[in-house]
């Protein structure tokens, strides 16, 4: 704790770096995943060759794509751009599979519902299935972000920054309460936004808080009115 003390500005300045890692790959996977995965959600071919590729690429060490990638697109090593393509892949593996996972969850009724009232599959998909399939993406979201920032840390393996400098350093110099440091402030942050994730799924779900029932049950209450009400009016 006394390392963490007396060198507090130098770790913030590395915990700035070490999220920047974390968060861009993340959001990144995010802008890779949902389309993706609301396109092949209902395509069972595509659907399985996604989910093999996939995890076939979650398996891939991370050492190994930290040393394959610099070559293959022309960048340093140690460059951080290599961390943040690495931890793309793993983030996009990742939610690949959760999206179409958690749109299975939303219920037919709903989707039959909302198609009776006119919406076209991408207005659905952005206002009714993604919305009501929130509450489980946000599971696999959290998993997610607590892994970017944890693997972050073997960048320091190859020289790019982040708290895992801590480790190295305090591993070469011999000293352990660099090394606790290091690990104090990486289960700081894993918890911090762990528990921010969940909490803007909270923010971003009311339904799930105002009824204790399962979290689509409102939503297709309200389309089945909908529905209802739009096939009155055309008769």
């Known amino acids: 704790m006394r390392y963490l003390i007396d060198n507090f500005a130098e770790i913030m300045a590395i915990t700035r770096t070490h999220l920047m890692l974390s968060l861009v790959p993340l959001l990144l996977g995010m802008a890779i995943a949902v389309p993706v995965g609301a396109l092949v959600r209902g395509r069972r071919l595509a659907r399985q060759a996604l989910t093999t590729v ?16 610099p070559p293959l697109i022309g960048i340093s ?21 959760a ?54 840390s073997v960048g320091a393996l190859i020289g790019v920054g982040g708290l895992g400098k801590l480790f190295t ?28 994730v969940f909490w803007l799924g909270r923010i971003a779900t009311p339904w799930t808080r105002a009824d204790t029932s399962p979290s689509t049950r409102t939503g297709g209450t309200v389309f089945r009115r909908r529905a209802m009400s739009g096939r009155k009016g055309s008769t």
């Open 54 to 69: 996939s995890s076939l690429a979650y398996t891939i060490p991370s050492i190994a794509l930290f040393v394959i990638i």
């Open 77 to 97: 090593a140690i460059d951080p751009l290599n961390v943040i393509i690495a931890l793309t892949v793993y983030s996009a593996a990742l939610l690949l599979i």
């Open 99 to 152: 999206v179409p996972t958690a749109l299975d969850t939303v219920p037919a009724e709903v989707t039959d519902a909302a198609d009776a009232i006119g919406f076209g599959r991408l207005r659905r998909t952005l206002t009714v299935d993604l919305p009501l399939a929130l509450p489980i993406f946000v599971s696999t979201l959290r998993v997610v972000v607590v892994t970017n920032i944890a693997m972050v």
């Open 169 to 196: 350093q305090g591993y070469q110099r011999d000293y352990p309460d660099q090394i606790i440091a290091g690990i104090i402030v990486t289960l700081a942050l894993a918890l911090i936004f762990d528990r921010l």
